[in-house]
């Protein structure tokens, strides 16, 4: 193995984290250091002798890096990264190899965390934690509680009863109905198609935030039948997946470390992105390093990664305008001909094999050009193009086929695009971004001229109600060759899976609370609330604001039980403020499990202490922006570990791993496949141990195995070589061999052929400049952009994730408090300096529950403010909890936890639903779900 000498990667090492280093920017901000050591002795061990590494996963963020925990005398003193996990080190092995145990010492070599992944020390002994399972006494969002067993928990939330002396409650048991939902359930009958809305145990909604124990806690909902299975996804990334999925076949990442030239599309990749701190490693280690490189990041406020030094550039181009710079970048590219014309005139992946290329396009199809504009087929469903004047079917074409042109009544999608393209001139592009003109044109010379570029988006393109911006910026990298190309865009990561079987097979039919999957198919003219027929979540993530917008109007059907697992949507959902009082309110039984008591938790019946993710089992696959076949296993790092017995026990002994509690209640309600016979063929599981260890070993097996050769043999057992280095770590994948046969849409003939469930109109096959409503109208029909013309967004600090790190005091410390980011002239128009507070009014006329600090700054640009993620908490510890038969008589809160604010609240309701504003979501992508969380339209004042 050649391994980097120690000298040169800490060299390294503290070059990328000089580039990430955070420095408190609000002066008014009074920084305070918490104690330390945050260790549960409280007393300072002698960290240098007598301890051992113990290897995990961290899921402080979604990035997946391999950590060791040094420990000692049981007790975690300090996390670092596990130099196997590729996410945090660079070494080399030969290709096609997988690292092995004593490759590397731990002691000798190790591998780099960010500050989240560090500070998971005090998120394991945070004194806030919860230690036992409680229940609400007197009215719900009263904060009070007491201490309740496990067993009369589980017992009350399967069988309800006069749980509360409020009258009768159902539980788990009496909901689990296989009888439909008719109209004692829904009072929107008239809405659901003619086979209805599924059995009435669908009124059972579980929902989860981070989770990387999917096998485990999908034991409960799955089991149970429900379709009602929700994640944050919509509030995170989901469009961004819709768009990728559909025009490349799945979710492929860029290769950063082999670019020549990189566009980041709000990506801020100092900041946050997955795995964060490695793909700022790549940035700052290989692509910055080599000569002739260049950087740009496109979007409304500076990134890290984006100047002011040298071969970097930020583009400042206004929230919302992505798809505008793209079809610019795209007008400039075919207006001189600097697309790859041969390769994108091959419409099979024969064809494009044939000619040395690993993509075929759909550049030639056929698209009738009267609504449903979808592509033109044959008798067979067969797409067709045009060879030489004669129709054909694309499937048929051993070449190219004709780009441009087309038929009576249908044209060629490069024809289409084209003419979206020359709808606005090169100008008028950069005049709706709001940069200086020319600027498109100038990044789209580079970028075509580049040896490898490549264009990668994330976020703030994506969370828009109009995420083309993502389709135009995945279709650049198609007209450019770009895809399954070294420096471009490709697989990677892994989709190493274990198994557990199934006894018995579970139906989950219907429809889902946040109508995902389903199109509008009832009765009546137009539904109350939008359907997302595109949308892929169904009985899956879902579409989160939609789902709790639909609970609060019990639309489509009442929720009569409603389970949150590290969910906080009170908090962070867009409009959860104004949405979840309803919804806390009106559903008859809701159940939170959680570490800590967060806002929602609150507001809850009963909440179940989780323990932390340092004390689970799982699997972690890596994200493909790391071109490596490798993937992780969670293993607690502290507690008592029984191999024997297949049993753990946490450091707080009346906290119980997610996996077991979903597991126990699912026993409890006497659920199939769970319990001992639960995995078919005479295997079984009774806790999360057996699980895992199951899961693992069956890795083994070809059918479920690891894609790239590794197997899991052994399970949890100590002595497996995964279970000594802490996972599967592979050799670098080579880009070209990571396939051929691959195909790209520059179409989306399914969103062309679907209809806006609101409008009754086609959606658009091809990206489209504005943003718009639920409807598909443009904000201008609705809101007054003239008086609400300050655009607000958010964003994430690389010490923070969307809301749930503030618990952790380590990371609360580095900037204590946030603010609202503001541009001088901006700072001027308004008459505000550095710690004045304004006030930020929507287009709706809501102001929130906040009051923001400015923070002013020339890294954002005029006439739009961020307010950074994860602050502004007003529960999660940062007040005293009364818990009766708790530990010092309840929680001691610490006010710092609850520093600042937050931009949830601020997010415009839909204009184009109807009903009252407590039942609204934002506007919402009609094709993905995503919400748009950097599309508020606002007004500032001084207060
Ligand atoms: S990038 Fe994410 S997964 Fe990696 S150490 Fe940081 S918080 Fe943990």
Not at 104 to 120: H, L, M, Q, Y
Not at 492 to 500: D, M, Q, T
Request: aromatic share 10%; glycine share 12%.
């Amino acid at each position: 193995m050649l391994r980097m000498k120690r000298r040169s990667f800490l060299k390294l090492a503290a070059a990328t984290g000089a580039a990430a280093t955070i420095a408190p920017r609000l002066a008014s901000a009074k920084i305070e250091y918490p104690d330390y050591p945050q260790g549960r002795s409280g007393v300072a061990p002698d960290t240098n002798r007598g301890h051992e590494w113990r290897t995990s996963v961290c899921l402080q963020c979604h990035g997946g890096c391999g950590i060791i925990g040094k420990l000692k005398d049981g007790e975690l003193l300090k996390i670092e990264g596990n130099p196997y996990s590729h996410n945090t080190h660079d070494y080399v092995i030969p290709k096609g190899t997988y690292a092995k145990s004593g490759d590397i010492d731990f002691n000798d070599e190790r591998g780099t965390v960010c500050p989240k992944g560090a500070s998971g020390v005090y998120t394991l002994y945070n004194p806030r934690r919860l230690l036992h399972p409680v229940k609400r006494v007197g009215a719900r969002g009263s904060r009070q509680w007491k201490r309740i067993s496990w067993d009369q928990a589980y017992d009350e939330i399967a069988n309800g009863g006069d749980l509360f002396g409020e009258g009768h409650v159902d539980g788990l048991a009496a909901v689990k109905d296989d009888a439909p939902i008719g109209s004692g359930e829904s009072d929107y009958m008239d809405e659901a198609p003619p086979e209805g809305y599924g059995p009435k145990k669908n009124q059972f909604r579980w929902e989860r935030g981070r989770n990387e124990n999917a096998p485990t806690t999908n034991l409960l909902h799955k089991n149970y039948g429900t379709i009602n299975k929700g994640t944050h996804w919509t509030i995170c990334e989901a469009s961004m997946v819709h768009y990728h999925v559909f025009q490349t076949g799945g979710f492929n990442a860029w290769d950063l470390k082999n670019a020549t030239y990189a566009i980041s599309a709000g990506g801020n990749i100092y900041d946050a992105s997955f795995p964060a701190q490695t793909q700022a490693r790549y940035l700052s280690k290989w692509f910055l390093r080599r000569p002739g490189t260049k950087y740009v990041y496109v979007g409304p406020r500076q990134s890290k990664s984006a100047g002011p030094a040298g071969n970097t550039e930020w583009v400042p181009i206004k929230t919302g305008t992505d798809p505008a710079f793209g079809l610019g970048m795209i007008r400039w590219i075919i207006e001189n001909n600097a697309y790859a014309s041969d390769m994108i005139s091959r419409p099979n992946p024969d064809a494009a094999a044939a000619g040395g290329y690993p993509t075929s396009t759909d550049a030639t199809f056929l698209v009738k050009t009267d609504a449903p504009m979808g592509y033109l087929t044959d008798a067979d469903g067969d797409p067709q193009v045009s060879k030489n004047g004669q129709i054909v079917k694309a499937s048929s074409v051993s070449g190219t086929a004709d780009l441009e042109g087309g038929t009576a009544g249908a044209k060629t999608v490069f024809t289409l695009l084209k003419e979206r393209a020359m709808e606005k001139s090169m100008d008028e592009y950069d005049d709706i971004c709001g940069i200086p003109r020319g600027t498109i044109a100038r990044i789209a010379r580079e970028f075509s001229s580049a040896e490898k570029p490549v264009v990668f988006q994330y976020k703030g393109p994506c969370q828009q109600s109009n995420p083309t911006g993502t389709q135009a910026y995945t279709i650049i990298n198609g007209l450019m060759d770009r895809y399954w190309r070294e420096g471009g865009i490709s697989g990677g990561g892994s989709k190493a899976h274990g198994h557990v079987g199934s006894a018995e097979k579970v139906e989950r039919t219907g429809i889902t609370a946040s109508r995902a999957g389903d199109a509008y198919a009832g009765a009546k003219a137009k539904p109350t609330k939008p359907w997302f027929p595109l949308q892929m979540g169904k009985g899956g993530d879902g579409v989160q604001t939609e789902t709790f917008a639909g609970i609060a109007a019990d639309y489509p059907y009442k929720v009569k039980v409603y389970w949150a697992y590290r969910s906080d949507p009170l908090f962070g959902l867009p409009r959860g403020n104004q949405i979840m009082n309803k919804v806390l309110s009106k559903v008859p039984l809701i159940v939170a499990v959680d570490p800590f008591m967060n806002e929602t938790s609150m507001r809850v019946d009963y909440v179940l202490p989780d323990t932390t993710y340092l004390e689970h089992w799982s699997y972690m696959h890596t994200h493909p922006a790391v071109k490596h076949a490798e993937a992780s296993v969670r293993q607690p790092l502290v507690g008592t570990v029984d191999h024997a017995g297949k049993t753990h026990t946490p450091i707080n002994p009346d906290t119980r791993s997610v996996g077991n509690i979903h597991m126990q209640m699912a026993m409890k309600l006497g659920l199939p496949n769970v319990g001992p016979g639960g995995a078919g063929n005479g295997e079984g599981f009774t806790n999360d141990y057996e699980f895992w260890d199951l899961y693992f070993d069956n890795a083994k097996d070809a059918e479920h195995g690891y894609e790239v050769g590794h197997n899991f043999s052994g399970g949890l057992d100590p002595n497996a070589e995964h279970m000594k280095i802490g996972g599967a770590y592979g050799s670098e994948l080579d880009r070209q061999d990571l396939g051929s046969g691959h195909h790209f849409s520059i179409y989306l003939d399914n969103v062309a052929t679907t209809k806006n469930s609101l409008s009754g109109e086609y959606m658009n096959g091809l990206p489209y400049v504005g943003q718009i409503a639920g409807d598909g109208s443009p904000f201008e029909d609705h809101f007054d952009t003239e008086t609400y013309n300050y655009g607000v967004g958010t964003n994430k600090r690389w010490q923070h994730t969307q809301g749930r790190t503030a618990e952790n005091l380590w990371l609360m410390s580095l900037e204590p408090e946030n603010g609202l980011e503001m541009n001088p002239d901006d700072a001027a128009k308004y008459g505000v300096r550095s710690g004045d507070s304004v006030q930020i009014e929507n287009a709706a006329g809501e102001t929130g529950r906040y009051i923001y600090k400015v923070f002013v700054t020339n890294t954002i640009r005029p006439n739009y403010g961020e307010v950074t993620q994860s602050f502004g908490h007003w529960e999660l510890g940062s007040k005293d909890i009364d818990i009766e038969g708790h530990e010092g008589g309840g929680i001691k809160g610490d006010a710092r936890v609850g520093a600042g604010s937050h931009i949830a609240t601020l997010m415009m309701p839909d204009p184009a639903q109807e009903g009252p504003l407590d039942e609204r979501s934002c506007p919402t992508d009609p094709v993905g779900g995503s919400a748009a969380q950097y599309s508020i339209l606002a007004k500032v004042r001084k207060v």
